[in-house]
């Protein structure tokens, strides 16, 4: 059981440039968000996905896409990177929304020069 | 709107002193509140949780947390701290008028020395 899997656990970019952060987990949990961790400022809410095939915005979505193709897996594309999107990332997932009991991914460090 | 204030970016305890790490939060509506520990350059962890019924909560690793409607408050306590207790610790917030959009403290840096 290998809980919340992000890859890559780092990655440098250049402005312009686009990537996918991936996100898997196998604890057959329906939700699942991505959100940055930007130093005093938290950890702010990027998109979220209430099952497959359902996703919504959160606080802060723009330059960010994510499709849910299946209960597993919940992608973060990077369309057109940018330095104010350098941060590092955190996957996490729970059974339903009204658990809260999330479950986070190890991060994904983000540069982009 | 939600939102939830850490007041303190750090916390600076004694090993065996009580710890406490304040939350407030503003929200319309019910809310679901959550604290979460992280350890240096590693996810969140789930500590403890209030969605309903009795005001104190109790968690993991001795964490205890109390709501306080008339306060707005969910402030985090331990009654004697480790120094294993040094982390990077966040209040969240969710209600039911904004299902799966969790809003996260800045976060409270808290210290133990021996």
């Known amino acids: 059981n290998a809980g919340v899997t992000q890859t890559p656990k780092f990655q440098v970019l250049k402005t312009g440039q686009s990537m996918t952060l991936q996100c898997a987990q196998d604890m057959n949990h329906e939700y699942m968000s991505w959100y940055r961790q930007d130093p005093g400022m938290g950890l702010r809410l990027i998109h979220y996905s209430v099952g497959a095939g359902i996703t919504d915005q959160g606080e802060v979505p723009n330059g960010y896409n994510v499709s849910r193709s299946t209960t597993e897996d919940f992608p973060l594309r990077l369309l057109s990177a940018a330095p104010s999107q350098t941060s590092v990332y955190f996957c996490a997932s729970t059974w339903s929304a009204n658990t809260g009991e999330l479950f986070f991914g190890e991060g994904s460090r983000l540069t982009v020069l | 709107a939600q939102s939830v204030a850490q007041p303190e970016d750090q916390v600076n305890v004694a090993e065996g002193n009580p710890l406490t790490v304040k939350c407030t939060y503003s929200v319309s509506g019910n809310p679901y509140l959550f604290w979460y520990v992280q350890y240096p350059n590693r996810g969140l962890q789930f500590l403890l949780k209030?969605?309903?019924?009795?005001?104190l909560v109790k968690g993991s690793y001795g964490f205890e947390a109390e709501f306080n409607k008339s306060q707005t408050s969910f402030h985090l306590k331990k009654p004697s701290a480790l120094v294993s207790d040094s982390a990077l610790y966040f209040c969240a917030v969710m209600t039911t008028d904004s299902w799966g959009k969790f809003q996260f403290g800045a976060g409270t840096q808290v210290v133990v020395t021996p």
């Open positions: 209030y969605i309903t019924g009795d005001n």
